[in-house]
């Protein structure tokens, strides 16, 4: 099992930026993803970005491209989500989940979640 801690999230311009932490916890397996994803009041949850480790790959969701950056601390076990430009559409609450060999846009294939935390994009 993974335990996964988010922090960062708070109230941001339009325009602006924040940096999202995932501090991650836990026994992973060789092969492995992390992935960040975000939810809206009454809407499903959405992945954001994702990286796994079978190829070092990292994956982002069409409507942030160009604006959002995962990376990664192994040595610390830290994922960051680097949000810029960001925009009211951005606004949501923000997971970092992991337990998956290989990304997936789909959230039953994670099996540890965080708690969330909540980013707010508002003039």
């Known amino acids: 099992q993974v335990k996964l801690v988010e922090s960062g999230g708070g109230f941001v311009q339009p325009g602006g930026s924040l940096r999202l932490s995932c501090a991650v916890s836990?026994?992973?397996?060789?092969?492995?993803?992390v992935g960040w994803f975000r939810q809206v009041p009454g809407k499903e949850r959405e992945s954001v970005s994702c990286?796994?480790?079978?190829?070092?790959?990292?994956y982002y969701t069409e409507s942030v491209k160009g604006r959002f950056t995962l990376s990664r601390d192994d040595a610390q076990r830290m994922v960051y989500l680097e949000m810029n430009s960001l925009k009211a559409e951005d606004t949501a609450v923000y997971y970092c989940?992991?337990?998956?060999?290989?990304?997936?846009?789909?959230?039953?294939?994670?099996?540890?979640w965080g708690q969330g935390t909540q980013v707010n994009v508002s003039s």
């Open positions: 990286w796994e480790s079978s190829n070092g790959k990292t």
């Open positions: 836990g026994t992973t397996s060789d092969l492995y993803a």
């Open positions: 989940a992991a337990n998956i060999p290989y990304c997936s846009r789909y959230v039953p294939g994670y099996g540890d």
